[in-house]
């Protein structure tokens, strides 16, 4: 198939039953510490391909701060439906406090074709974090998938200026989708770059990380702040960031 | 006034979410990224910025040259900064739009900006990244849009809400040809509630989901999850879940996922039949 060119690869995945014609499992961080984590999924291509919708199949599995899998359950969603998946409630003892989940999808009928011009599927979904009596909240989509190629040589600097006047506390979390260790950096830099301050890890395979950086030593001299990355997990495996308030509350977005 | 013809480059869009006691920070960046893999570009000298502001498809601020953003750099537009109309109803929503353009007044690049919303009253903010889009040429032809949005929680305390934004060149403020059409859907794919919507061109509004359900919706502590479809328009859309603790008033706000991100195949039949409400409701009645 690699022989191939990528029109021909095309036309002919274009004709596959819709069982062999799904892509990578998409990953997202998951927390279990006090904070819950949901998911929101939909069976996306019933309402791209409404006349010939058909039932899904999703697969959700999690795996700890370590890598390891601790549980996975499966979730149908019919066409045109939507359904949360609260972590805590489908897992429970088997939820780690943090770690990363991995969400597949596959059709009901392996061999379907009905919504096979759709292409290639991506199972993509959104996630809910909030505090337990959700004071605060956070919503963000995934940015990358299991299996995922590492980038362990890149230098990354988020686009994302935090205002340290306001912010207290930034908590970065990065997953690690791949098959082997990746060796990482994450800083906290300034606006003219200068690197404030750094922490180096190793994530294993599968495995999550949490870094974080107290904003008040910095607040001074530097109005606004940013993270960046040296080595990604993933080439778009870009860190969720929890931005910590003064008055304990939290937002989190993607970097 | 009428719109200035926009320059070929890109368009960055948000609502000013002034209804919901909020102000709006755009912080306009210079670092360019290969589409794709997401790795860094070498960034243009400076880029050109140009900011519009928009009620209701009328044209209320505009400075062509607002600011350029270094390479590597940082343009901010703030709200209130900016001499907008004051005299405004509660729900009035302003668009902003950003032209951003090199010196050649040409390329368009993948860049992502950065929006920064502070609550007044509590001072809490919510931060987002998303891309800008490409400026449509003068005489390109609007396409309709078919927007997912699972990602909807409501209770007594939590409500959504649905931000949409969208920009086209037009001469004076002109509803488009098409509504959009919305449902909230529940778990089993029933419709909770719909309505439709037909926007001016260059719009801002924010629809309040839980006032929506609450027709059919009794609220509990406990958030009810739903799915917000919207099929239809003619226009160039962005659309943000704003999703608000009402007690707390602490915020968290993501932009949608365009269909792209769900599959590769041809986006012509995905448009064509996404958007088409009867398709829809026929098959779901089998």
Not at chain 2, 257 to 283: H, K, S, T, W
Request: aromatic share 8%; proline share 7%.
């Amino acid at each position: 198939m690699r022989l191939l060119s990528p029109a021909v690869r095309s036309a002919i995945k274009a004709r596959l039953p819709r069982g062999l014609n799904v892509g990578n499992p998409i990953v997202q961080l998951l927390l279990n510490d006090g904070r819950s984590t949901r998911l929101g999924l939909v069976n996306f291509p019933s309402f791209l391909a409404p006349a010939q919708g058909v039932d899904y199949r999703y697969t959700v599995s999690v795996f700890d701060e370590d890598g390891r899998e601790t549980g996975s359950t499966v979730v149908d969603v019919p066409r045109y439906g939507a359904t949360e998946v609260e972590l805590a409630e489908v897992f429970a003892e088997r939820l780690p406090a943090m770690g990363m989940l991995a969400v597949s999808i596959r059709p009901a009928r392996f061999l379907s074709l009905r919504d096979r011009h759709l292409g290639r599927i991506r199972p993509h979904f959104f996630t809910l974090f909030s505090s337990p009596g959700m004071e605060s909240v956070g919503l963000v989509h995934p940015q990358t998938h299991l299996n995922a190629p590492a980038a362990p040589e890149r230098r990354w600097l988020s686009n994302l200026l935090i205002d340290a006047s306001a912010v207290e506390r930034v908590e970065l979390f990065q997953v690690n989708p791949g098959r082997v260790p990746v060796d990482t950096e994450a800083f906290l830099h300034g606006a003219q770059g200068t690197v404030l301050a750094r922490s180096s890890a190793r994530i294993p395979a599968r495995g999550t990380r949490r870094v974080v950086f107290e904003l008040k030593p910095f607040a001074a001299e530097h109005p606004s702040v940013s993270v960046g990355l040296h080595g990604l997990a993933a080439a778009n495996g870009k860190p969720i960031l929890f931005l910590h308030f003064r008055d304990g509350s939290f937002t989190c977005c993607h970097a | 006034m009428t719109a200035p013809a926009s320059p070929a480059g890109g368009w960055f869009q948000a609502a000013t979410c002034r209804s919901l006691g909020l102000s709006l920070q755009i912080r306009l960046r210079n670092t360019p990224r290969v589409l794709g893999s997401g790795a860094r570009q070498i960034a243009a000298p400076r880029l050109l910025v140009g900011l519009r502001a928009y009620l209701r498809g009328e044209l209320v601020y505009e400075q062509p040259e607002f600011g350029q953003i270094p390479a590597t750099g940082t343009l901010i537009a703030d709200q209130g900064q900016l001499a907008l109309p004051a005299d405004l109803e509660p729900d009035d929503e302003l668009l902003l739009v950003a032209d951003v353009r090199d010196e050649n007044g040409e390329s368009f690049a993948s860049q992502e900006h950065q929006l920064l919303y502070t609550h007044g009253a509590s001072g809490g903010q919510a931060y987002l990244l998303y891309d800008q889009q490409p400026a449509r040429p003068s005489g390109a032809k609007p396409a309709p849009i078919v927007v997912l949005m699972p990602k909807i929680w409501l209770s007594d305390e939590i409500g959504t809400y649905v931000v949409v934004c969208n920009t086209w060149e037009v001469a004076a403020p002109t509803r488009q040809p098409e509504p959009v059409r919305f449902s909230l859907l529940d778990e089993h794919g029933e419709e909770a509630c719909s309505w439709e919507y037909t926007f001016f061109y260059n719009e801002a509004k924010i629809f309040d989901l839980r006032q929506y359900a609450e027709r059919v919706v009794t609220w509990t502590s406990r958030p009810r999850f739903f799915n917000l479809v919207g099929r239809g328009g003619a226009s160039s859309f962005v659309l943000f879940a704003m999703m608000r603790n009402l007690r707390s008033n602490h915020f968290a706000i993501e932009h949608s996922l365009p269909p792209i991100y769900y599959m590769d195949g041809a986006i012509g039949p995905v448009r064509a039949q996404g958007c088409d409400v009867r398709l829809f409701e026929r098959n779901r009645a089998r």
